[in-house]
């Protein structure tokens, strides 16, 4: 899986450009597949590029389209919001994240340029990208003028809110510290914010980089280039307002390298002072002038200045004198990919005040977050896109069915087989106002189909030493879930989804009759797929069997934990019981011992540990506490209950109270699919079990 940083920072303007060269450059070192993606960049003229990402991709001379770099724009972002689109905006972001992670070893993932006004909203939005595409965070904080207490505070409310979120942070990066006060910033940083495994760097402050070249000067101001076309790569570190004579400016000049001389247009005797004093070995270089008040120097001074060839930039504005100032002090200075002045300064500042080889190494060695709800639930269908299958719904005649055979269809993830009565399921899309064509959905009446006499017989042939007659094999295939599983056991179907009108009973009764369990499977049990704020847990048996023997519960462990695999969760397998480790006794608690160590027999290439309680499987400092040296416990990603009371009544009460996405129940151990609903399920809740059950085909 691709690995990825993603860098945020606490306030505006903290100076992402550098630390974004820094990293690459590191990240490059390691790997030649480095990619950038930014989930939201700042609005550009018609035509305009993202400053940042135009810089990463000239300066490294990355291959990656300009276009794959971002997912929105802030006034797109925006409005989609403001739509109450939250969902479809993080779907589209972990959409093109996914594109990107198949082509790039390592992206680095770039927040938003936080605005004044909405700079809370933007920060929290920016936690929940991290989190959605499960990377490691990287905090930017300045440290420009502030004294400890003004650095110090909002770090601390940063990492409060990516703790609290549940979303790692690898690194604190203080940018633009009071180059006196960098050691012992970072010294009273490390102390104060005392975190296990948390990297800290103080980068001072460099006049270079916060100083904008001529070209932005001249482009911001809309000023007219008289002179130095060629030299307006030029850094303006001082601006000084000529408004005295040339003797006492002139002293006032010493010790301002690089100064922007503001003067109007007709004070021919201060601009060629600065010329002369730019070519004097006892004065300073001046950066360039700036003629104000829209006066242009006299004929007699351009035909002295034209007969020269060492003539610094001279720009002219229309604007007087005060509203130049004002305009220059408003210039946000950036680094662009032609200015490699700035880019080695920042490269060089980087190497020195960040150990790069710690933050690689330690990056390099970072614990598997596993995957996050939101790219968990976007990955099912595309993982079932990838290759489709034909599901049938027994209950064709359901609104939320047909609204989910919509989404389905529009989004190509399966082909689908509605059964009932066609005319009936017609009138309701209409009345609904759906968007399914007719032409690509199969609807399948049981008593008319021309399969049915074929499905009564097979049936009969199946069942009849158990007594059953003929007539009763043509009355059970009247039945939508007869009719449905037996189209999936003759291969005219893939999977069935059910239960959204009909009981768990009713729905998976035929699959235990005729489509049975796998070889090598003695049970067929149930997983939920518990999507919580931060990570998916798998719940096994939650739904099917109410109390299984010790071989039983082995077994669900097992299965379940290639369930996990199968849906690209690593599985860390808890056998749950009221007792951890070696404690425990009675006789509940030896059930689930036994089981575990069966299924460790079975399976030593699985972790495996049990008896665990869930704080203690689920809680890294408890599971340390109770379970120290335990490759399971605090990570537990499969949770196996002992029971069908213990595992139902959990997860619903998880479920309720923490607002969690519970998926399924998913039954395993079916030589083909057949997953349930409730009978209160959502559209989205269908379409998640739907692209569920395409990809258990496709491993069928």
């Known amino acids: 899986m691709t690995n990825s940083i993603y860098l945020t920072t606490i306030e505006p303007h903290g100076g992402k450009s550098l630390i974004s060269l820094g990293v690459l450059s590191a990240a490059l070192r390691t790997t030649g597949r480095v990619g950038v993606f930014r989930p939201v960049i700042g609005d550009c003229e018609e035509g305009g590029r993202d400053k940042n990402i135009d810089l990463l991709l000239a300066h490294f001379k990355l291959s990656q389209p300009y276009q794959d770099t971002y997912a929105f724009t802030m006034s797109e972002a925006t409005d989609l919001l403001a739509q109450q689109q939250h969902d479809d905006f993080l779907r589209r972001i972990i959409q093109k994240y996914s594109d990107l992670a198949e082509r790039y070893d390592f992206l680095l993932c770039i927040g938003s340029d936080l605005t004044d006004e909405g700079a809370t909203f933007e920060f929290d939005i920016n936690i929940e990208i991290a989190q959605s595409l499960g990377s490691w965070a990287l905090i930017l904080a300045s440290g420009a003028g502030n004294n400890y207490d003004e650095i110090i505070s909002p770090i601390r409310m940063a990492l409060e809110r990516f703790q609290s979120k549940n979303c790692p942070v690898l690194e604190v990066i203080v940018n633009r510290a009071d180059p006196q006060r960098t050691d012992e910033l970072q010294r009273k940083l490390q102390q104060d914010l005392d975190l296990d495994d948390l990297i800290i760097s103080v980068i001072p402050t460099d006049e270079r980089l916060a100083s904008p070249t001529l070209k932005e000067i001249a482009e911001h101001l809309n000023a007219e280039v008289l002179y130095g076309a060629d030299k307006l790569d030029r850094l303006a570190q001082h601006y000084m307002v000529i408004a005295m004579q040339m003797q006492n400016y002139l002293a006032r000049l010493k010790g301002k390298e690089n100064a922007l001389l503001l003067t109007p247009g007709d004070r021919g005797e201060v601009i060629l002072s600065a010329i002369l004093a730019h070519r004097s070995k006892n004065y300073p270089a001046v950066a360039g002038l700036l003629l104000t008040t829209g006066e242009r120097p006299a004929p007699t001074i351009t035909k002295l200045l034209d ?180 189209m999936v056991y003759k291969g005219h179907a893939d999977g069935m989804v059910s239960g959204a009108m009909h009981t768990t009973a009713h729905t998976i009764t035929p699959a235990f009759q005729f489509i049975k369990t796998k070889a090598n499977y003695s049970v067929v049990s149930s997983v ?150 409730s009978r209160g399920c959502t559209v989205d809740d269908i379409i998640n079990t739907v692209a569920i059950t395409a990809i258990q085909a496709q491993q069928a």
């Open 307 to 486: 007969g020269l060839n060492q003539v610094p930039p001279i720009l002219a504005v229309k604007t007087e004198t005060y509203e130049s100032v004002t305009n220059i002090n408003a210039i946000r200075s950036y680094i662009t990919a032609d200015n490699l002045a700035k880019i080695k300064a920042s490269l060089r500042l980087f190497a020195k005040h960040v150990d790069t080889e710690t933050m690689m190494e330690r990056y390099g060695h970072l614990t598997s977050r596993g995957l996050s709800p939101q790219m968990f639930l976007f990955n099912l269908t595309q993982q079932a896109k990838a290759d489709k299958k034909r599901i049938v719904f027994p209950e064709g005649v359901d609104d939320r069915i047909l609204k989910a055979a919509e989404s389905l269809l529009e989004q190509d993830v399966v082909d689908i087989t509605l059964i009932g009565n066609p005319n009936e399921i017609k009138s309701i899309i209409t009345r609904r106002g759906l968007h399914i064509d007719l032409d690509s959905v199969d609807i399948v009446q049981p008593h008319t189909a021309p399969q049915f006499e074929d499905y009564a017989q097979t049936y009969y042939q199946l069942r009849k030493h158990r007594g059953i007659t003929i007539d009763f094999a043509r009355d059970q295939m009247n039945d939508v879930s007869y009719f449905g599983a037996m």
């Open 528 to 677: 939920f797929f518990m999507c919580l704020e931060d990570r998916v847990l798998v719940y096994g048996d939650c739904a099917v069997n109410p109390n299984p023997t010790a071989p039983q519960l082995a077994e669900i462990a097992i299965t379940s934990a290639e369930t996990a695999l199968t849906f690209g969760i690593e599985p860390r397998v808890a056998m749950l019981s009221y007792s951890s480790g070696a404690s425990g006794r009675g006789k509940e608690v030896e059930r689930v011992r036994e089981a575990t160590k069966l299924a460790q027999q079975h399976r030593p290439d699985l972790l495996i540990e049990g008896p665990i309680q869930y704080d203690a499987a689920v809680d890294e400092a408890i599971g340390k506490n109770k379970m120290p040296g335990s490759e399971v416990a605090g990570r537990a990603s499969v949770l196996i209950f002992p029971d069908l009371n213990t595992g139902n009544n959990t997860y619903k009460a998880v479920q309720r109270e923490t607002g969690a996405i519970a998926v399924g129940p998913v039954l395993q151990g079916l030589n083909k699919p057949v997953n349930d609903l």
